[in-house]
C-alpha cells in the first residue's frame, strides 16, 4: 500500500511535459502561433457580437409585434364591451 509521502515523490519525480501536448513551437503560455491565435479569437468574437445584436433586434421586434397585436386585440375587446353594453341599454 501506499503512503501519502510515497505518491507523492512519485509524482514528483514523473516527467509530465509529455502529458500536457507541450511542443516546441509553443510559446511560453503554451498557445501556438500568438498573434494568429488572436486574430482568430477577436474575428470569432466579433462575429458572436453580431449574431447577438441579431438575436437582440429580432427578439426586440417579435415583442413589439406581440404588443401590436395585444393592443389591437384590446380595442377590439373594448369596442364589442361598448356594444354589448349599449344592447343591454335597449
Known amino acids: 500500500m501506499f503512503s501519502y509521502r510515497s505518491s507523492r515523490s512519485l509524482a514528483d519525480s ?4 509529455s502529458l500536457t501536448g507541450a511542443s ?3 510559446d511560453e ?6 498573434k494568429k491565435t488572436s486574430e ?3 474575428a470569432q468574437n466579433r462575429q458572436a457580437q453580431r449574431n447577438f ?7 426586440l421586434k ?3 409585434d406581440k404588443v401590436g397585436a395585444l ?5 377590439d375587446t373594448e369596442s ?8 343591454l341599454q335597449q
Open 14 to 17: 514523473l516527467d509530465l511535459s
Open 24 to 26: 516546441p513551437e509553443d
Open 29 to 34: 503560455d503554451g498557445k501556438r502561433g500568438g
Open 40 to 42: 482568430k479569437r477577436k
Open 53 to 59: 445584436r441579431e438575436r437582440k433586434e429580432k427578439h
Open 62 to 64: 417579435d415583442l413589439e
Open 71 to 75: 393592443e389591437q386585440r384590446a380595442n
Open 80 to 87: 364589442e364591451n361598448s356594444a354589448l353594453k349599449q344592447l
